[in-house]
């Protein structure tokens, strides 16, 4: 029974009892004939999270073909789940599925497996081996920079891709982006596309090996993916040299806390197809929104040039720059605040479960989107506006946890979280120092919710050269 609530729960929630379960109020309907008839795009489910906040508050109930389902917008419930009782949960049925592609990699795993492989992973993200990594991306992003032309239309969500991707190849392989992990992003978008078709069939998995063109596409590509990364295993292997890359890292990492043994080839494959997915498009859409948000704000881009010319002076960035890179720092949390790369996660009860005064049954879904939260007046108010002035370390501190989570959090909260927030700043700052970017006039903007949240459509900017910069420099 729930009792000695935190504040925040000790309101009226109502509740319906079923049996010995206890569930929250919501829609009542046949849930795809809803969707269908209410929001005619029911692949955008942004539209019915928003529906269920508006209609039934921070926690609803659906059922779908069976299964029970809880939208939560409400922050001690969410840190229940990620913090106080990850034991009761595991990854929700769409990212266990991701296994078809990525294996027992640390997204898709879950419970002993997951914990050995992050102790495993763990040391190759620690601070000072990840800051190396700060000169090469401020190399990459000025390269990109110089290539730049005055008056030139560009996307921004492209160029912001193709950066990030060679930064996670250079870190993960000590490799410039060669032939072979171009070939990693095509064979991973073929079977991403393909995978979006597979989640949505029930019991996709044994579904693979059946001789159904699209699936002998999905098979082709990712066994040319697995011998890729298995080859550039080999060559780390045969080297035997920490290259200081993460894959060096990964192979010299051991289990110390149980049998000392390291990862397995499989195991490496898996994780090296994991940081590669979760480590470039994220920090790739985080960026492209901020160049957005930046260039509909002229207030905060004047500030955020200021503090480049302040800081820098015209040299390039360094790590030792970071700390004083705080409203550039600013400008990037409150841009993963209105447009979150990862935009709503999901879990399932492996026993019953309590939450506030509500008890679910074993086998609950659970989502609750960092998007939705993000927006939510109580939390954030006027919450349409960009204002990094919401990341002041006052305004950090005062607020309630679990209202800003880009990151997700407990056990499983993002293993690169400290290396995104330093190719975030160092990007936008090699590149705002040299260049403003403004926004063609009359372009339709909108997000695409898909595994990370894309823009739907390019984002043109036409980079003008900074006064105060080709003064200082050059
Ligand atoms: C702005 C950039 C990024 C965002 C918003 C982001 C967000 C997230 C979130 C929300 C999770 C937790 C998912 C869950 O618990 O269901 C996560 C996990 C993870 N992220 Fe990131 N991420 C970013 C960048 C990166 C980078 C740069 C890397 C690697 C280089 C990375 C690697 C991972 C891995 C391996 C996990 C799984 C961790 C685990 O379950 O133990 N991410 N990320």
């Given at each position: 029974m729930a009792t000695a609530l935190p504040p925040p729960l000790q309101q009226n929630w109502i509740v319906e009892q079923h049996g010995t379960y206890r569930f929250p109020p919501g829609l009542k309907l046949n849930l795809p004939f809803y969707l269908a008839r209410r929001f005619f795009r029911p692949s955008n489910p942004i539209l019915l999270f928003e529906h269920l906040v508006a209609t039934y508050g921070r926690i609803s109930h659906y059922r779908l073909i069976g299964s029970h389902i809880i939208f939560l917008n409400e922050p001690e419930f969410i840190r229940e789940i990620?913090?106080?009782?990850?034991?009761?949960f595991i990854k929700e049925r769409t990212q266990r599925r991701m296994k078809i592609l990525l294996g027992e990699g640390l997204i898709t795993s879950d419970g002993e497996i997951h914990k050995r492989q992050r102790r495993i992973a763990a040391p190759a993200f620690h601070r000072q081996r990840i800051q190396a990594y700060g000169t090469m991306m401020v190399e990459r992003a000025a390269t990109m920079r110089g290539e730049w032309r005055a008056g030139s239309e560009i996307d921004i969500a492209a160029e912001m891709m193709q950066l990030t991707l060679q930064v996670v190849a250079r870190t993960l392989?000590?490799?410039?982006?060669t032939e072979d992990v171009r070939q990693i992003n095509d064979e991973v978008n073929v079977v991403m596309g393909l995978y979006n078709f597979l989640v949505a069939l029930p019991r996709a998995e044994s579904l693979l090996h059946l001789p159904i063109p699209a699936l002998r596409r999905f098979r082709k590509a990712k066994s040319r993916l697995d011998a890729v990364v298995q080859r550039m295993i080999e060559e780390h292997r045969q080297l035997g040299?920490?290259?200081?890359?993460l894959l060096s890292m990964l192979l010299a990492s051991r289990d110390e806390e149980a049998d000392h043994s390291g990862m397995t080839d499989a195991q490496l494959r898996d994780e090296v197809l994991t940081i590669f997915l979760a480590g470039y498009e994220t920090v790739a859409n985080a960026l492209a929104w901020t160049w957005l948000l930046l260039g509909q704000n002229p207030d905060a881009e004047t500030r955020f040039h200021a503090e480049l010319d302040e800081v820098l002076g015209g040299r390039l960035p360094t790590l030792d720059d970071l700390p004083r890179l705080r409203y550039t720092e600013m400008v990037f949390a409150e841009s993963m605040r209105l447009?979150?790369?990862?935009w709503a996660m999901g879990r399932q009860s492996i026993h019953d479960v309590e939450l506030g005064p509500y008890r679910f049954p074993s086998g609950t879904y659970f989502f609750f989107s960092q998007y939705i939260m993000h927006r939510s007046p109580e939390h954030f108010?006027?919450?349409l506006r960009f204002d990094p002035e919401r990341f002041t370390p006052e305004q950090k501190m005062a607020r309630q946890k679990f209202t800003y989570f880009p990151f997700g959090g407990?056990?499983?909260?993002?293993?690169g979280e400290a290396f995104a927030w330093m190719e975030g700043i160092l990007i936008l700052a090699t590149l705002g120092q040299q260049w403003k970017l403004n926004l063609v006039a009359g372009q339709q903007i909108a997000v695409q919710p898909k595994i990370t949240l894309r823009p739907k459509y390019p984002i043109r900017v036409i980079p003008q050269r900074r006064q105060s910069h080709s003064e200082s420099e050059e």
């Open positions: 990620l913090v106080n009782q990850p034991q009761n392989f000590a490799t410039d982006v040299v920490d290259r200081g890359d447009y979150p790369p990862a108010p006027d919450p407990g056990g499983r909260q993002c293993i």
